[in-house]
């Protein structure tokens, strides 16, 4: 009872544990937050590729034009539309794809490139383009390729790059014409290990 004969608000503790169950809600409402924005982002850690091949942007435009290829603004051939997929390994691990090849988010629609990716299952979208190849591809990407070297990786001693078109051995590399429903398999590792699952599919 206080001195005015009017019964005490709750106590200092009861104050002090109630304001430390707010903070706690809070703290959990926040990290579930976070939890949602992580689980929803496609450049998890564990799903992301290595950052030698991840998309390059800097210089893309340049190389763009060296390799010829067109943009989305500016199509080369109109209506043309294909999607052949592309599934990389080095050195026995699966090289995550990356979404946004050819696609500067700093540019303006009109300027992606006509060879661009927007998943991660390895969908090549060639737009734009009839006679689009591999190489190509592969310059817009930003990522070393040819049958001496995949990325950071150069074909030395018993490590070699190999790549298979349809489930068949190919020696076309980057000269590869990209075609509608293609599987193109590029492998990075010792010349005797058996190709990777995707090449029977």
Excluded: C
Excluded at 23 to 39: D, H, K, W
Excluded at 160 to 177: C, H, I, K, N, Y
């Amino acid at each position: 009872m206080s001195e005015n004969g009017h019964t005490d608000g709750p106590s200092a503790a009861r104050k002090t544990a109630a304001y430390f169950s707010a903070a706690i809600l809070v703290v959990a409402v926040i990290a579930g937050l976070v939890a949602v924005v992580r689980s929803g982002d496609g450049n998890d850690s564990s799903t992301a590729a290595p950052a030698s091949f991840q998309p390059v942007y800097s210089g893309l435009e340049e190389r763009r034009l060296a390799a010829g290829v067109s943009t989305m603004g500016e199509p080369q051939d109109g209506d043309a539309h294909s999607h052949p997929r592309l599934t990389v390994y080095a050195n026995g691990e699966k090289v995550p794809m990356p979404v946004n090849i050819g696609i500067d988010p700093a540019k303006p629609g009109p300027a992606m490139a006509s060879l661009h990716t927007h998943e991660t299952d390895g969908t090549i979208h060639v737009e734009g383009m009839a006679e689009a190849t591999l190489g190509q591809f592969f310059e817009i990407w930003g990522v070393p390729f040819s049958a001496e070297e995949l990325g950071p990786y150069k074909a030395e001693g018993s490590k070699t790059v190999r790549m298979w078109v349809d489930g068949s051995r190919s020696e076309a590399f980057g000269e590869l014409p990209l075609e509608d429903g293609q599987r193109i398999v590029v492998v990075y590792g010792p010349e005797d290990a058996p190709p990777p699952a995707e090449v029977g599919e």
